[in-house]
Antibody, heavy 116, light 111 residues
Framework: EVQLVQSGAEVKKPGESLRISCKGSGYSFTSYWISWVRQMPGKGLEWMGRIDPSDSYTNYSPSFQGHVTISADKSISTAYLQWSSLKASDTAMYYC?????????WGQGTLVTVSS | QSVLTQPPSVSAAPGQKVTISCSGSSSNIGNNYVSWYQQLPGTAPKLLIYDNNKRPSGIPDRFSGSKSGTSATLGITGLQTGDEADYYCGTWDSSLTAGEVFGGGTKLTVL
């Protein structure tokens, strides 16, 4: 069974750094890209970027380029989404999803709350 | 402002049929496959339709998809109260800012 399991909810202060994770199982992790999708409170889905776990090649949406970093460790089948300096506007639910010409499996989501 | 355009809401009675439209352009829907995602309240999105009109295993045939030119449509027949959810269309955009794009989402209410 394909599963993407994300790390737990985080509460951070503005300016702090954060890395959240997404662990894949039940399939060959290096055979599929992993995408990250943001959903702000009460809003729709926004694609942030994706990574090819086989070589860590990344694509970013222009809206998120430079604001986040996507990485992966194929030895432990885990992808990451990282911020170096969080803002209140980063408060959102973040989903990872497996990309197979569509987003066929999704993680359960990680809620990130940034508040002073 | 989403790249793909969906109606904000649709509604229908149990047992009835509803359609949700998704409009794009030649750089996205016009030249790429469309997917549809269902997001039940408080849960992660789930793939409902892929490659314009295919259903993943376990998705009932009450759900259907179609595409024509730069628009796509999701159809749901035999509406059930459990179908109340947000529905999103999505596809790849092949423009200079290439990436996955979504519609703004449509809230389905089963009256």
């Amino acid at each position: 069974e394909v599963q993407l399991v994300q790390s737990g909810a985080e509460v951070k202060k503005p300016g702090e750094s954060l890395r959240i994770s997404c662990k894949g199982s039940g399939y060959s992790f290096t055979s599929y890209w992993i995408s990250w999708v943001r959903q702000m409170p009460g809003k729709g889905l926004e694609w942030m970027g994706r990574i090819d776990p086989s070589d860590s090649y990344t694509n970013y949406s222009p809206s998120f380029q430079g604001h986040v970093t996507i990485s992966a460790d194929k030895s432990i089948s885990t992808a990451y989404l990282q911020w170096s300096s969080l803002k209140a506007s980063d408060t959102a639910m973040y989903y990872c999803a497996r990309y197979a010409l569509n987003l066929d499996y999704w993680g359960q989501g990680t809620l990130v709350t940034v508040s002073s | 402002q989403s790249v793909l355009t969906q109606p904000p809401s649709v509604s229908a009675a149990p047992g009835q049929k509803v359609t949700i439209s998704c409009s794009g352009s030649s750089s996205n829907i016009g030249n790429n496959y469309v997917s549809w995602y269902q997001q039940l309240p408080g849960t992660a999105p789930k793939l409902l339709i892929y490659d314009n009109n295919k259903r993943p295993s376990g998705i009932p045939d009450r759900f259907s998809g179609s595409k024509s030119g730069t628009s796509a449509t999701l159809g749901i027949t035999g509406l059930q109260t459990g179908d109340e959810a947000d529905y999103y269309c999505g596809t790849w955009d092949s423009s200079l800012t290439a990436g996955e794009v979504f519609g703004g989402g449509t809230k389905l209410t089963v009256l």
